[in-house]
């Protein structure tokens, strides 16, 4: 029960401080504005059409990085050599703050999609990689051995061991980088967009329009918290085997 | 007739001899037991003869398919109890043979469980089991059962005593435990001193007779304290 107070109180608090006049509508917009503002854009479509937007972008973004991630994790992660020739650049480019890249994305590649989804990328791809890395490295070097004194091949030493072994690890970082992600798309579609659940967040802005800027803070933190929960889901599902406090 | 042949064995790991000319042979369908202070060599003797260690000089001649049991279970925590034992099959027939040997080690009720729902002899019980799918000429067995308490022990002697009579292998079991090499073995060699020698070796029906206390005394167990020291595990 004592979870729902807080929550509850703020709404109420909105509630009362809208009614009451206490604050402007320009300022903070009353629930029922917010409610009739979200009805109006899914009659006419456009809320359908920005989540879609802002979903995809997401959704390509976060597969380019995972792949990528796995590409560079898994090289790195397998031997010495290649681990010397990926890791220290990779670690130079991720002490970069990644939203520092942003001019440099947009003079190469305009303010469209490819820009947008690169970012996205950009902000997925760090946690990924540096997990896969760090699950292949902390490989319990007792299986390892199992597997040598049963003569295993190198496929299946691969398939049957080292990827199980490092699930558990790459789930938690695609976690963590779903999650960039989402930060990631906010920025890519503040700076220009003319689609997009950020877009709605300028658009709103620009016409002082907190019913909509608040309607689309709602989407995404809907959004958000609908792909995190997949994930764990996922994770849960794939790694229940793991002896762990939660399993 | 020969199963394992040690000879001239040398290993040192960082400048330090482990082993300087060992010698040791294993005969087939012996059961061998090496007692020896810890730190005195006994996995790393059974980790040559498995290929996990190369020896810096002498020979390893191993006559046979080997099976490999660790002191902890090792067992893939992402496997169940069959997919662990079925990891090390590699033909059909070896498939096969994995409900076999499930049963064998008394693990049937318990196929389909993960690692983590397993006891600890449940556990050491499955590492046997995948070591026999392949029904190895050669068992290794590096303290199977040193982690598991005394009765639970017990159970797992007798088990593993009645499997390598089933399967005729040759079993090379390193132990801590006297009562246990003494209950197991045909023969016990006791490892001693830097680099490591075999200080005493005992057969079982041998003339003179298998001697307990020459034993105790060779892992330097004083035996003029009194009789408390006799019957101690080491
Ligand atoms: N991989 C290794 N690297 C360095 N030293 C090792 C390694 N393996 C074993 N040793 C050393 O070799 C000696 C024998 O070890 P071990 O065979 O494990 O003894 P035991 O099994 O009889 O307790 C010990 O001094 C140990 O520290
Ligand atoms: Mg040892």
Known sequence: MVRFVLPVALVALWFASTAAGWVKPYQLASPGAVASELGTLFASGQLQSDVWASVERVAIGFACAFVLALVLGSLAGSTRAARLAIDPTLQAIRAVPSLAWVPLILIWLGIGEPAKIVLVAIGAFFPIYVSIVSGIEGIDRKLLEVARVLDTGRLKLIAQVMVPATLPQLLIGARLGLTQAWLFLVAAELLAASRGLGFLLTDGQQLSRTDEVLVAILLFALCGKLTDMGMYALERRLTGWADTATA | ?234
């Open chain 2, 1 to 234: 007739m020969i199963a394992v042949a040690l000879a001239g064995l040398r290993k040192a790991f960082g400048g330090h001899d482990v082993f300087a000319g060992l010698e040791l042979t294993v005969l087939e369908r012996e059961t061998l037991a090496i007692l020896g202070p810890s730190g005195s060599g006994k996995s790393t003797l059974l980790r040559c003869i498995a290929g996990l260690e190369t020896p810096d000089e002498g020979s390893v001649a191993v006559n046979g398919e080997v099976g490999y049991v660790f002191q902890e279970p090792r067992l893939f925590p992402w496997l169940d109890v069959e997919g662990n034992v079925a990891f090390a099959a590699r033909t059909p027939q070896e498939r096969a043979r994995v409900a076999e040997v499930i049963e064998l080690v008394g693990l049937t009720g318990a196929a389909k469980r993960l690692p983590k729902q397993l006891s600890g002899g449940m556990a050491q019980r499955a590492g046997l089991a995948r070591a026999l799918v392949r029904n190895p000429k050669i068992l290794l067995l590096d303290e199977p059962l040193a982690a598991l308490d005394a009765l639970k022990r017990l159970e797992l002697q007798a088990a593993i005593r009645d499997i390598v009579r089933l399967t005729h292998a040759t079993a090379v079991l390193v132990t801590h435990d006297v009562n246990e090499a003494l209950y197991l073995a045909d023969r016990v060699v006791v490892l001693g001193g830097h680099p490591a020698t075999i200080v005493q070796s005992q057969v079982r029906n041998g003339v003179p007779p298998i001697d307990r206390d020459e034993i105790l005394r060779a892992l330097g167990v004083r035996l003029d304290a009194g009789e408390s020291a006799r019957g101690e595990a080491i």
